[in-house]
């Protein structure tokens, strides 16, 4: 079994920051890429930034410039530091990771449960 398991998502003002984290658990053998996504209600989910366990990160253009993401592969954690927010940022936050488990030889992805983000004006 995986657990990944987000924190730090709340209600901020436009302009501000925040910090998520998403730590991940369980029978983990290795993890490729983690990331993170967002669904804002009546939209899809998309991508927001992604990086692999080198180190190499990609970002949505919308986010580029004002969201950072980073991992501590020793403590299996992905981060993302969120500034200058803004109200269309407003949207449940998933972690997601592509990772090997002790159980199989084949790559999996597994989600969080999700943290809601609120940018106010």
């Known amino acids: 079994q995986v657990q990944l398991v987000e924190s730090g998502g709340v209600l901020v003002q436009a302009g501000g920051s925040l910090r998520l984290s998403c730590a991940a658990s369980g029978s983990i053998f290795s993890i490729n890429t983690m990331g993170w996504y967002r669904q804002a209600p009546g939209k899809q989910r998309e991508l927001v930034a992604a990086?692999?366990?080198?180190?190499?990160?990609n970002y949505a253009d919308s986010v580029k410039g004002r969201f950072t993401i980073s991992r501590d592969n020793a403590k299996n954690t992905v981060f993302m530091q969120m500034n200058s927010l803004k109200p269309e940022d407003t949207a449940v936050y998933y972690c997601n990771a592509v990772l090997l488990t002790i159980a199989t030889p084949f790559e999996y992805e597994y989600w969080g449960q999700g943290t809601q983000v609120t940018v106010s004006s």
């Open positions: 990086i692999t366990s080198g180190g190499a990160a």
